[in-house]
């Protein structure tokens, strides 16, 4: 996913991308409710996301993952890792971590897969270099991309998002 178009490359149609985010979603889901105990993998992002036979997600890098917090814990405190671009705000500005900031990295994937953009792109002028922050700005460009995701959640029911 990563990997830039050579010139004469085609980009990915959208079914196929839309099998890309739905089995990305699987491995968070399985991460996230299926593992014992939780995991929060903390790092979700286009290169960590290898693409197997017939586009099949899979999680790599397991580095930053970190056990959830359980019984009545809402978070847990932790020091501030991730990439820039995919960390969720609230987990950056205060160190605490819980399920939800991996879904917001996963939101950062579906924007890049939708856009065809990097979540961070210098070469692009200022206000487009942050892909979350460029599409905040744009009202038509959120439109677009709620019509994306919901064709996606009625595709696959992905519970996760
Ligand atoms: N087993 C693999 N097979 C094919 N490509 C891989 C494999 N592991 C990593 N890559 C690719 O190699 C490149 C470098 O990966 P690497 O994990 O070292 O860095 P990164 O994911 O860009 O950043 P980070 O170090 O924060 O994870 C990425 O494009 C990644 O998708
Ligand atoms: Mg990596």
Redo the contacts with the bound molecule.
Sequence with gaps: MATDLPPDGKPLDWNTRMEISASAARGLEYLHLKMKPPIIYR?V?C??ILLGEQYHAKL??FGLAKVGPSGDETHVSTRVMGTYGYCAPDYAMTGQLNFKSDIFSFGVVLLELITGRKAIDNTREKKEQNLVEWVRSSSIISFYLLYWAFRLVKKYSILLL
């Design positions: 790092d992002k290169s960590n790599s890098d």
